[in-house]
């Protein structure tokens, strides 16, 4: 199981802030996965300025996910 | 020397900067970030901060680490406060103590530069009118970032 985390405006677009799922693969395979869910996931993973992160870290389109991980999806950041 | 709180309680930023004071810091700086009560022309009654509990606070640790590789310091604070503030409220800390003014300028602004960009925090407005929405990334603080 991975778990998926979901943060700020997508976190409310898509009624959910957090998942549990089996997968592994690239980041950019688990967002066509969570992509076929409906139209809105589609739409919310088609965004290209969509960040992600892996255990907390920065990962890109390619980064593998692996049993375990926390994974999470968020819009550009607005602090400070 | 790094220090990084993320809460919901306000902050004594003259606190902050009288811990950093030393014999050795000639120089201490310190940037307050304030809740204005207009955005893009609207009247906002008050602001959630979301973030990341966890990525949040080791991304900011990581920014002060650079900071202190770019620069040579003495100390640097940072409280970035979450959870609701209301207009005229501090929002957050970015205190640099160094031996000199040079280098406590430039490092409290990379801090807050990169703390714009890429600490996971996400700010929504209420306005006045009852309305809502979350505030949308700035190129400009892109640009700023950029630039170190």
């Known amino acids: ?80 | 020397m790094i220090k990084v709180l993320v809460q919901v309680e306000d902050f004594d930023a003259g606190a902050e900067v009288a811990q950093l004071r030393s014999t050795a810091s000639g120089a201490i700086v310190q940037f307050v970030g304030v809740m204005r009560d207009n955005n893009q022309g609207d009247t906002v009654a008050s602001m959630h901060l979301e973030h990341y509990p966890g990525m949040t606070e080791s991304s900011i640790e990581r920014i002060l680490v650079e900071a202190s590789e770019r620069w040579s310091l003495l100390g640097c604070t940072v409280i970035h406060r979450v959870g609701t503030v209301l207009p005229g409220e501090q929002i957050v800390l970015v205190a640099v103590s160094a031996a000199h003014r040079h280098a406590a300028f430039q490092a409290c602004e990379f801090v807050m530069d990169y703390l714009k960009t890429q600490a996971p925090f996400w700010k929504k407005e209420q306005l006045h009118n009852g309305e809502s929405r979350w505030v949308d990334a700035r190129e400009s603080d892109d640009r700023a970032a950029a630039r170190w």
Do not use: H
């Open chain 1, 1 to 80: 199981m991975i778990k998926v985390l979901f943060f700020a405006k997508l976190r409310e677009t898509l009624g959910t802030s957090d998942l549990e799922i089996d997968y592994a693969g690239t980041v950019a395979d688990l967002k066509a996965q969570l992509s076929m869910r409906n139209d809105c996931w589609a739409e919310q993973f088609a965004q290209e300025n969509l960040l992600c992160a892996i255990n907390q870290q920065v990962a890109a389109d390619e980064s593998p996910v692996s049993e375990g991980d926390e994974v999470a999806f968020f819009p550009p950041v607005t602090g400070g």
